[in-house]
C-alpha cells in the first residue's frame, strides 16, 4: 500500500511537470528569438549606451553617463527631439480624427460602401518607400502637383521639401495619408462591433444624429480610439522610411526625427555609443506613452 | 459492461476545502445512473473525476475491477457528452462520429459500417456530409450521442446533454436516450439538474448537495421516502410543502405555522423524540374537504395564486410565512380571493427533525401505490 | 434614410476617396507618360503604353527583387504562423505554474520598439554571417507578441469542452493542436498571414541594413535605389516602378480587406 502511494506520487509529480515540460517545447522558438533579438539586444543597447565603440560595435572605454550628458548638450540632438515631437503633434490628432471620419461616413448602410471601404484602407497595403517615392513627386518643385496648383489659383510656390518651415509639415502630410488606412480598417471594426440594438433604442427615443454620435458611438468606441491613438504615437516615434526618402533628415536638420538620428549616427557616423544612449531614449519615450496611455486612458475609456 | 464503484471520494482544489466530500456508491453494470442536485452541487465535478477529466484528491476510483484514478480518461473505456455538444467545427457529421475510431485506428472499412449503423439508429442518414454548423440543435445533439455510442464503450458519461434543446424535443430526447442505452446494455452515468429527467431516467438517483451524497435509490423511493427536507423539496413538482410544526404531545396534535392543527394518532404521539419537526405535504395530498371529513382535520385557506393547467389545478395560500401549493386534478376554476376549504390527513405529511433533519416518519397513503404484481393482473 | 442626407453622404464619401486615392491614381496615370507629357503636367496620359514598365524592368533586377521580396515575405508569414501559434496553443489549453509571468514577458516585447534594438541585432546577423541572406532578413521577425496575442484570443474562443472529448477520444496534445486547433482557428491564421505578409514585404529600416548586394535585396529598397537614379528626368519610369510594387498588396489587401479588419479588431481588443 505504501509501495503504491509513493509511486503515485511520483506519477503525479511526473504528470504534473508533464505540462511544463511540454508547454515549454512549445514555447521554446518563440523564448529564443525573443531573447536574442529583442531582450538581449535591448540589454546590450543600454550597456553600450555606457560606452565609446570602436567600428564593429564593441564597447572600448567606459564613459558612464557622458554619452547621455553629450545628448542632451547636443544641439542637433535637441532640435531632433523637437522635430519629433512636433511630428508626433502633427501627425496623430489629425490623422485619428481623420481616419474616424472616414469610419464614420463608411460605416453606414449605404449601396456601393464595400468599395470605398477598400478605397479607404488601401494606403494600408501600400509601403512607406512607395507612398514617399508618389509624395516626392506631389511635392516636386517644378513638376509637382502641389505647385501647380498654387501657381494655378496665382499662390506664391511652395518649397515643400526643401524650406525649413514647410519640410516636416510635408513629410507628416505624407505620413498621415500613409497611416489612414490601418487606422480606418480597426476604427471601422471598432464601429461595427457596437449593439446596433443601442442605436434603435436611441431612435425610439428621439436622438438625432449628433447626439447618437456623442452620446453611443464616441463612449462605445473609445477602448479602440484608445488603442489607435497609442499605436498612432508609436508609429509615429517610429517613422523612418519617408525621412529617408523625401528629405534625409534635412533641410537644416529640420525632420530628423529620433529614428533618423539614430541611423545616421550608428551606421553613417559609426558611433555606436551615442546611438545607443538615443535608442534608450527612444525606448523611454515609448514606454512613457504607453504607461501613461494606460494609467489615465484606461479609466475614462468605456470598455463593453 | 462494467462496473464503477467510488470509494470515499473527495475533491479538494485549495487543500482546505472540499467541493465533493466523501462519496461512496456502487453503480452497476448496464444500470441507468442518473447524478442529479442544484447548480455547483459538484455533480458535474464529479462526472469528470469519473472521466478522468479532474483529478481525484482522496479515495479511489474504480472502473471494471481497476483502480482507475489514475488512468488517463482515454484508457478508462469510457465516452462522453457534453453539455454543448463539443462536436469539432471543421468536421463533417461522418468526421465527428468515426473521430475517435480514426484516433483509435480501426480500420476503415469497419469505421464506415458502424458509423453507418449508428446513424441510422439515431435517424441522422442524411446529414452524414453536413457540418455541425448547418444543424439543428436536436441534429446536433444526436450527432454527439452517435459519437458517444459509436466507440462501443462500456461506460456512458452524459453531462447535462439535453439542456440546450427546448422542452418538447427534450421530453422526446429523454425516452430515446434511455430505449438506445437499454438496448445497448452501456453503464450510463448521467448528470442533470432537472429533477423530471432524473425521476424519468435513472434506474437509480444519487441528489447531491453541497458536495455530499442526500440520497442514492430507485427514483420513486425517493419521492415516497425523501430523507430529508432537502430532498423532498428538490424532487417533485411543485415541490413538497414544507412549515415548521411543534408537537403539542397533549392534545396529540402538530402545530403548523401557528393557525393549522393536525391530529395525530395517540400512539405516534408518544414516540415521536422531538417537539420541534419540520412538517411537508406534497401538493398532490392537500385534498378540497367535504361533508365527510371532520372538523379538525378541515380548514379554510385563501388562494393567492391560481394556476389552471387544464388537466390539474394549481393553487397557493399561506400557511404562516410560508407558501404552500397543492395541485387538484382537472378543472377548477377557482379566483385569487377564494376561500378554499381544503383537508390534510396525518397520514400524508412526512416529518422531519427540526435540528437534525433526518427524516421520522413518510407519508403512508399514497394514493395508487399498486404493487407491482397488482398493475399485471 | 432620407434622400437628402444620401446625396450629403455620398458626396463625402465620393470627395474623401477621390482624394485618398488621387496619389495612387495619379502615380498610375503618370506611369504610363512620356517625360514631356509629365512636365507639361497633365493628368491622362495620351497612350497607355507600357515602355515605362518595360525600362523599369531594364533598369533594376526588379524582377529578382520582386523574387526576393515574396520570398522573404512568404518566410516571415509562415515563420509566424508557426512560432506564434504553439505559443498561443500553450497559453490557452497547457497551463502550468508562472504562465502569466511568461505571458507577461511576451507582452511587454510590444513596448520595445524595433528601432531601439537594431544595433545590436545588426551586428547579432553580422556574427551569425546572415547579412545578404534570407534568413538574416526573416528569423528576427518569427516570434511576434502581437501575432501570438492575436491568436490566443482565437483560440479562447474554443470551447474547452472540444479539448475535453478529444483527450477521451485518446488524442495527443500535438494531435489536437494539427488536427482540431489549427483547422478550427483558419480566419484567424489567414489574418495573421495577411498582416505578416503585408508588413514584411512593405519593411523598409531592416532589408536597407542587412542587405548590400542584389542578391536577397527586397523591392523597397530598390525603389529607392530607383528614384536616387532616376530623379531628375525619368519620373514615369520611377512610377511605374512603384505600381509594380504595391500591386501585390493592394491585390492581397483588396481580396482580405473585410477578413483583416474582423480579425485585427478582435485581436487589438479584448
Known amino acids: ?304 | 459492461m462494467k462496473r464503477v464503484e467510488l470509494m470515499n471520494v473527495s475533491k479538494t482544489y485549495d487543500k482546505k476545502t472540499e467541493v465533493i466530500s466523501n462519496i461512496n456508491v456502487m453503480i452497476e453494470p448496464g444500470e441507468f445512473f442518473v447524478l442529479v442536485g442544484p447548480s455547483g452541487c459538484g455533480k458535474s465535478t464529479m462526472l469528470r473525476m469519473i472521466a478522468g477529466l479532474e483529478e481525484i484528491t482522496g479515495g479511489i476510483l474504480r472502473i471494471g475491477e481497476k483502480e482507475a484514478n489514475h488512468l488517463p480518461p482515454s484508457k478508462r473505456d469510457i465516452s462522453m457528452v457534453f453539455q454543448n455538444y463539443a462536436l469539432y467545427p471543421h468536421l463533417s457529421v461522418m468526421e465527428n462520429i468515426v473521430f475517435g475510431l480514426h484516433v483509435k485506428k480501426i480500420p476503415k472499412l469497419e469505421r464506415k459500417t458502424r458509423c453507418k449503423d449508428v446513424a441510422a439508429m439515431l435517424g441522422l442518414s442524411e446529414y452524414l456530409n453536413r457540418k455541425p454548423r448547418e444543424l439543428s440543435g436536436g441534429q446536433r445533439q444526436r450527432v454527439a450521442l452517435a459519437r458517444a455510442i459509436v466507440n462501443e464503450a462500456p461506460i456512458c458519461l452524459m453531462d447535462e446533454p439535453l439542456s440546450n434543446l427546448d422542452a418538447k424535443l427534450r421530453a422526446h430526447m429523454r425516452s430515446e436516450i434511455r430505449q438506445i442505452q437499454r438496448r445497448l446494455g452501456i453503464t450510463m452515468i448521467y448528470v442533470t439538474h432537472d429533477q423530471v429527467e432524473a425521476m424519468t431516467m435513472g434506474d437509480r438517483i444519487m441528489i447531491l448537495h453541497d458536495g455530499k451524497i442526500q440520497q442514492v435509490g430507485k427514483p420513486i423511493d425517493i419521492y415516497n421516502h425523501p430523507a430529508n427536507p432537502f430532498v423532498a423539496t428538490f424532487i417533485g413538482s411543485p415541490p413538497m410543502n414544507i412549515a415548521e410544526g411543534v408537537m403539542k404531545r397533549l392534545q396529540s396534535e402538530i402545530l403548523v405555522g401557528d393557525e393549522c392543527e393536525i391530529k395525530i394518532p395517540v400512539e405516534d404521539s408518544r414516540l415521536l423524540q422531538t417537539e420541534q419537526v419540520l412538517v411537508g405535504i406534497r401538493p398532490e395530498h392537500i385534498k378540497v374537504a367535504s361533508k365527510e371529513t371532520s372538523h379538525e382535520n378541515r380548514m379554510v385557506v385563501e388562494a393567492i395564486n391560481v394556476e389552471i393547467l387544464g388537466n390539474e389545478t394549481i393553487f397557493s395560500f399561506k400557511i404562516g410565512s410560508h407558501e404552500w401549493m397543492a395541485k387538484w386534478n382537472g378543472q377548477w376554476h377557482l379566483h385569487i380571493g377564494d376561500q378554499i376549504p381544503i383537508q390534510m390527513d396525518y397520514e400524508s405529511l412526512c416529518l422531519f427533525d427540526r435540528k437534525t433533519n433526518e427524516r421520522i416518519k413518510s407519508a403512508t397513503d399514497i394514493e395508487n401505490n399498486i404493487l407491482d404484481k397488482e398493475v399485471f393482473l | 434614410m432620407s434622400f437628402p442626407r444620401k446625396v450629403v453622404f455620398y458626396f463625402l464619401l465620393l470627395f474623401s476617396a477621390f482624394l485618398l486615392f488621387f496619389p495612387v491614381l495619379y502615380a498610375f496615370m503618370i506611369s504610363f507618360m512620356t517625360g514631356g507629357e509629365i512636365m507639361q503636367g497633365k493628368f491622362f496620359p495620351q497612350t497607355f503604353t507600357l515602355d515605362n514598365y518595360f525600362r523599369v524592368f531594364e533598369r533594376l533586377p526588379l524582377m529578382k527583387y520582386l523574387m526576393n521580396s515574396f520570398v522573404v515575405s512568404t518566410g516571415v508569414m509562415m515563420g509566424q504562423l508557426i512560432v506564434c501559434s504553439m505559443a498561443a496553443y500553450v497559453f490557452v489549453f497547457i497551463p502550468f505554474k508562472g504562465r502569466d509571468l511568461v505571458f507577461f514577458l511576451f507582452i511587454s516585447t510590444m513596448m520595445i520598439p524595433w528601432e531601439a534594438t537594431m544595433i545590436p541585432n545588426f551586428f547579432t546577423i553580422q556574427k551569425l554571417d546572415w547579412t545578404n541572406t534570407y534568413q538574416g532578413l526573416t528569423v528576427p521577425f518569427f516570434a511576434l507578441a502581437f501575432g501570438t496575442f492575436l491568436l490566443r484570443q482565437h483560440f479562447k474562443t474554443i470551447p474547452k469542452e472540444l479539448f475535453e472529448a478529444s483527450q477521451i477520444a485518446g488524442l495527443s496534445r500535438f494531435a489536437f493542436f494539427w488536427r482540431v486547433i489549427l483547422p478550427v482557428s483558419k480566419t484567424s491564421l489567414v489574418t495573421l498571414g495577411a498582416y505578416g505578409f503585408l508588413t514584411t514585404w512593405n519593411m523598409y529600416l531592416w532589408p536597407l541594413l542587412v542587405t548590400n548586394n542584389d542578391q536577397v535585396r527586397t523591392v523597397q529598397i530598390g525603389l529607392k535605389q530607383l528614384q536616387s537614379q532616376e530623379v531628375a528626368t525619368e519620373w514615369g519610369v520611377v512610377m511605374a516602378g512603384v505600381i509594380v510594387v504595391i500591386i501585390p498588396t493592394l491585390l492581397l489587401l483588396f481580396i482580405g480587406q473585410k477578413q483583416l479588419q474582423k480579425g485585427l479588431t478582435q485581436g487589438a481588443l479584448k
Not at chain 1, 460605416?107 to 471601404?117: A, M, P, T, V
Not at chain 1, 510635408?170 to 442605436?199: A, E, K
Open chain 1, 1 to 304: 500500500m505504501k509501495g503504491s502511494s509513493s509511486l503515485h506520487a511520483k506519477q503525479s509529480i511526473w504528470k504534473k511537470s508533464l505540462n511544463a515540460r511540454t508547454a515549454l517545447l512549445y514555447l521554446f522558438p518563440s523564448i529564443l528569438l525573443f531573447s536574442v533579438f529583442v531582450f538581449y539586444p535591448m540589454f546590450r543597447t543600454i550597456y553600450l549606451s555606457f560606452f565609446l565603440t570602436d567600428q564593429h560595435g564593441s564597447a572600448a572605454l567606459f564613459v558612464g553617463l557622458e554619452n547621455y550628458a553629450y545628448l542632451l548638450e547636443s544641439q542637433a540632438f535637441r532640435n531632433s527631439i523637437k522635430a519629433t515631437v512636433l511630428f508626433v503633434l502633427y501627425t496623430v490628432p489629425a490623422g485619428v480624427i481623420l481616419a474616424l471620419f472616414l469610419a464614420l461616413i463608411a460605416n453606414e448602410k449605404l449601396k456601393g460602401i464595400g468599395f470605398f471601404r477598400t478605397i479607404y484602407s488601401s494606403s494600408m497595403g501600400i509601403s512607406v518607400a512607395a507612398s514617399s517615392v508618389v509624395w516626392l513627386f506631389l511635392f516636386h518643385p517644378s513638376v509637382g502637383m502641389f505647385n501647380r496648383l498654387l501657381t494655378l489659383v496665382h499662390l506664391p510656390e511652395v518649397q515643400w521639401l526643401l524650406d525649413p518651415d514647410w519640410a516636416l509639415l510635408s513629410v507628416s502630410i505624407s505620413t498621415i495619408w500613409l497611416n489612414t488606412g490601418f487606422s480606418f480598417l480597426i476604427l471601422l471594426g471598432g464601429l461595427q462591433n457596437i449593439d446596433g440594438y443601442l442605436y434603435e433604442s436611441a431612435k425610439i427615443d428621439g436622438a438625432g444624429y449628433w447626439y447618437q454620435l456623442r452620446r453611443i458611438t464616441i463612449p462605445m468606441l473609445s477602448p479602440t480610439l484608445f488603442f489607435i491613438i497609442t499605436i498612432s504615437l508609436i508609429n509615429a516615434f517610429q517613422s523612418f522610411g519617408q525621412i529617408d526618402i523625401l528629405t534625409k533628415g534635412g533641410p537644416s536638420q529640420a525632420t530628423n526625427l529620433i529614428v533618423y538620428s539614430i541611423y545616421r549616427e550608428a551606421f553613417v557616423n559609426y558611433q555606436f555609443g551615442t546611438a545607443s544612449a538615443q535608442a534608450v531614449f527612444l525606448f523611454l519615450c515609448i514606454l512613457i506613452v504607453t504607461i501613461l496611455q494606460f494609467k489615465f486612458g484606461e479609466r475614462k475609456v468605456h470598455y463593453q
